[in-house]
């Protein structure tokens, strides 16, 4: 299996963006993102939504000439639009927004509406840490689950996401699909012909199923489904955090992502930046944190959040990247 340099791969992907219509800005923000999920061992999110991303563009349903801008603000609150682009670019340019503003007013929240899939959510919250901030983001996708109690899809999987900066230490970094699994394990296990756990999704008729096309064609599980409709509940207070509340669309109304044809998804992601030293200080914010580290890992076994994606990303800045024959030619011909 070929291994090339992180550099390398998001000049492919870059290109291959570039060369479906995405003006240079918005392709090279995109790359960036795709390539650190792959680097973090995140393929759902890596190198595998080049080719679904390079369609949307061709097709229409992402504007490649997209330059996102801010729409709507007041103190501490703004609404980026990212103008049916990829949505890269508009939740950088959100989070920037969001650590600006929680440094004037302690706490901000900036939402991005007219927007695209926006890959690994905690990935956009690297910067808070880096800023000293807490972080919170969320987001919306194409309808893939129901409401508690109901069959047909409504929500997307709905992810949640959180970055904790610590001293000297690597940020904690939480993310988790409000599905019991995110979407896009059952598109890999599709294209690579392997079956997925039952528990996972159901197909079309509402059965449990093994078949991960059937599931992508069907619906995703709420997280604890098989007990309770907390996770259906956690997804509908996403929905309206990323929706109503800024300006985008549901994710019933919006096309599903692994279909070609369809509308632009217009949904919506939200980030909230908190500044510690705003509240009960900045030291002890971190004093506090390693507490509770310290802790944990009194625990044999317990694994800090985002502690294995960092190990991973790291030794891929050295060594690069695996990718495999047939995406290295496919991301080659897309360029």
């Given at each position: 299996?070929?291994?090339?340099?992180?550099?390398?791969?998001r000049t492919?992907v870059?290109?291959?963006?570039?060369?479906?219509g995405a003006?240079?800005?918005?392709?090279?923000?995109?790359?960036?993102?795709?390539?650190?999920?792959?680097?973090?061992g995140?393929?759902?999110?890596?190198l595998?939504?080049?080719?679904?991303?390079?369609?949307h563009l061709?097709?229409?349903?992402?504007?490649?000439?997209?330059?996102?801008?801010?729409?709507?603000?007041?103190?501490?609150a703004?609404v980026?639009?990212a103008q049916?682009?990829?949505?890269?670019?508009?939740?950088?340019?959100a989070?920037?927004e969001?650590i600006r503003r929680?440094?004037?007013?302690?706490i901000?929240?900036?939402?991005?509406t007219?927007?695209?899939?926006?890959g690994?959510?905690?990935?956009?919250l690297?910067?808070?840490?880096?800023a000293?901030?807490?972080?919170?983001g969320?987001?919306?996708?194409?309808s893939?689950?129901?409401a508690?109690g109901g069959?047909?899809?409504?929500?997307g999987?709905?992810p949640?996401a959180a970055a904790?900066?610590?001293?000297?230490?690597?940020?904690?970094?939480?993310?988790?699909s409000?599905?019991e699994?995110?979407?896009?394990k059952l598109?890999?296990?599709?294209?690579a012909?392997?079956?997925?756990?039952?528990?996972?999704?159901?197909d079309?008729?509402?059965?449990p199923?093994?078949d991960?096309?059937?599931?992508?064609?069907?619906s995703?599980?709420p997280?604890?489904?098989?007990s309770?409709?907390?996770?259906?509940m956690?997804?509908?207070v996403?929905?309206?955090l990323?929706?109503?509340?800024?300006?985008a669309?549901?994710?019933?109304?919006?096309?599903?992502?692994?279909?070609?044809?369809?509308?632009r998804?217009?949904?919506g992601?939200?980030?909230i930046?908190i500044?510690p030293?705003?509240?009960?200080?900045r030291?002890?914010f971190l004093?506090?944190?390693e507490?509770?580290?310290?802790e944990?890992l009194?625990d044999?076994?317990?694994?800090?959040?985002?502690a294995r994606?960092?190990?991973?990303?790291?030794?891929?800045?050295?060594n690069?990247?695996?990718?495999?024959?047939?995406?290295?030619?496919?991301?080659?011909?897309?360029?």
């Open positions: 299996m070929p291994q090339i340099s992180l550099q390398d791969a492919l870059s290109t291959a963006l570039q060369k479906a003006q240079p800005t918005m392709a090279d923000a995109t790359a960036r993102a795709l390539v650190l999920a792959e680097a973090q995140m393929a759902s999110h890596g595998s939504r080049v080719g679904q991303y390079s369609t061709r097709n229409g349903r992402a504007n490649g000439a997209a330059v996102p801008h801010v729409l709507n603000s007041k103190a501490a703004a980026v639009d049916e682009g990829l949505a890269f670019p508009a939740c950088e340019l989070v920037l969001a929680a440094r004037e007013f302690g901000a929240i900036v939402g991005v007219n927007s695209h899939h926006c690994v959510v905690v990935d956009h690297r910067a808070v840490a880096d000293g901030m807490v972080g919170l969320f987001a919306n996708s194409p893939a689950m129901p508690a069959k047909h899809p409504i929500f999987t709905n949640v904790f900066p610590r001293r000297g230490s690597d940020a904690l970094l939480i993310d988790l409000l599905s699994v995110a979407r896009g598109m890999v296990a599709a294209k012909g392997q079956s997925i756990p039952l528990g996972w999704a159901l079309k008729n509402g059965q199923t093994t991960p096309q059937a599931g992508m064609d069907g995703m599980l997280l604890g489904a098989a309770s409709p907390k996770g259906a956690l997804a509908l996403v929905e309206l990323v929706t109503a509340l800024i300006g669309q549901f994710g019933f109304e919006a096309s599903s992502f692994f279909v070609d044809a369809g509308n998804p217009r949904i992601q939200t980030f930046v500044d030293g705003a509240l009960a200080g030291e002890y004093d506090r944190l507490v509770l580290v310290t944990m009194t044999e076994g317990v694994r800090l959040p985002g994606r960092e190990a991973l990303r790291r030794a891929a800045e050295v690069g990247i695996h990718v495999s024959d047939a995406m290295l030619e496919s991301l080659r011909k897309l360029g």
